[in-house]
Nanobody, 138 residues
Framework: QVQLVESGGGLVQPGGSLRLSCVAS???????????IGWFRQAPGKEREGVAC?????????????NYAVAAKGRFTISRDNAKNTVYLQMNSLDTEDTAVYYC???????????????????????WGQGTQVTVSS
């Protein structure tokens, strides 16, 4: 069973930074670099929305493609460390509007060049973590 685990959330002041991590549990044997990974978030009373995604690297043989939601462009950076089986979301210039539970999710199809986080793309993501809380407040 695939288990994704997010970490790195917390309380930060406006203008601050956080780096979120998404790892696959060792027991699942899930190789994150084979799959497109997306970050999503859900604020209280709001719909879940996509933040960013990074495509697979075909086992390290190609460059990953990234895509960002408008709200994330220029402030957030998604990246992979295949050696650590981890995907990161570096978030800078955080604003109170970024307060939400952040989830990472994996596309159900390995070695895909798919990378999108529009609402209609959500159903492509088959495996989800439990989320990590990010609170931006002074």
């Amino acid at each position: 069973q695939v288990q994704l685990v997010e970490s790195g959330g917390g309380l930060v002041q406006p203008g601050g930074s956080l780096r979120l991590s998404c790892v696959a549990s060792r027991s699942s044997g899930f190789a994150l670099d084979y799959y497109t990974i997306g970050w999503f978030r859900q604020a209280p009373g709001k719909e879940r929305e996509g933040v960013a995604c990074i495509s697979s690297t075909d086992g390290g043989t190609s460059d990953a493609r990234t895509n960002y939601a408008v709200a994330a462009k220029g402030r957030f950076t998604i990246s992979r460390d295949n050696a650590k089986n981890t995907v990161y979301l570096q978030m800078n210039s955080l604003d109170t509007e970024d307060t939400a539970v952040y989830y990472c999710a994996a596309d159900g199809n390995p070695f895909s060049n798919f990378c999108a986080v529009r609402p209609r793309d959500t159903r492509r993501y088959e495996y989800w973590g439990q989320g990590t809380q990010v609170t931006v407040s002074s």
